[in-house]
């Protein structure tokens, strides 16, 4: 069973650019959440899709958005890059463990350095 | 204001011995804690959960244990491997919140041979 895909791996951007980070999830799974992940604040909830619709939303800004296709495979964008968007991108699908815990699956992440 | 605490940033142990891997936390109406491990240059791997009505939860060398008194949780590894070397992530999640976990900012454990 193939995990999670997610492109491209690495990407380096300069303020003011934007970008836009492509996740596939494990076949089956519906549910796509994006985390952001950096030194000072750790992993960060960005936003959750499920079946096209945004289901969650964390605390970022309106530069941070994103979509969910009929495939289940999501994209975010990040607008007007700032230095401070360096970070790796991780999307992870969500599938229950038997506990009842929404077990999440993580790609390898999208390194995005902005200059 | 952090509402997923790992107080030790780092962690050395032998191999064969016992990690203690500590997390607290601060809001009560987490519904589940889960531990993930992660190694370089990948994503965060899926260790163990408990259910917040739990006080323990084992799945072979991994046992984690859930004090509610206290809002502390540890994972135990029994015996320390030295692949086990990686960084370990608390999360929090709440049953209506979906898939918004909250993670603690995690321990390096590293098990030497």
């Known amino acids: 069973k193939a995990g999670v895909t997610q492109t491209p791996r690495y990407l380096i951007k300069t303020r003011g650019q934007q970008v836009t980070l492509s996740c596939s999830p494990i076949?089956?799974?519906?549910?796509v959440s994006w985390y952001q992940q950096t030194p000072g604040q750790g992993l960060q909830f960005l936003f959750e899709?499920?079946?096209?619709?945004?289901?969650n939303k964390g605390n970022f800004p309106g530069r941070f958005s994103g979509r969910q296709f009929s495939n289940s495979r999501s994209e975010m964008n990040v607008s007007t890059l700032e230095l401070g968007d360096s970070a790796l991108y991780l999307c992870?699908?969500?599938?229950?463990?038997?506990?009842?815990?929404?077990?999440?699956?993580f790609g390898a992440g999208s390194r995005l350095t902005v200059l | 204001d952090q509402q997923v605490k790992q107080n030790s940033p780092s962690l050395s142990v032998q191999e064969g011995r016992i990690s203690i891997l500590n997390c607290d936390y601060t809001?009560?109406?987490?519904?589940?804690f889960l531990w993930y491990k992660k190694y370089p240059a990948e994503g965060p791997t899926f260790l163990i959960s408990?259910?917040?009505?739990?006080d323990k939860n084992e799945d072979g060398r991994f046992t984690v244990f859930l004090n509610k008194s206290a809002k502390h949780l540890s994972l135990h590894i029994v015996p320390s491997q030295p692949g086990d070397s990686a960084v370990y992530f608390c999360?929090?999640?709440?049953?209506?919140?979906?898939?918004?976990?909250?993670f603690g900012k995690g321990t390096t454990l590293s098990v030497s041979s």
């Open positions: 992870a699908s969500s599938g229950r463990s038997f506990s009842g815990a929404n077990v999440l699956t």
């Open positions: 076949s089956g799974h519906r549910s």
């Open positions: 899709y499920f079946s096209e619709t945004q289901r």
């Open positions: 809001n009560s109406m987490f519904d589940y």
């Open positions: 408990i259910s917040s009505i739990k």
């Open positions: 999360a929090a999640s709440k049953i209506q919140a979906g898939t918004a976990l909250i």
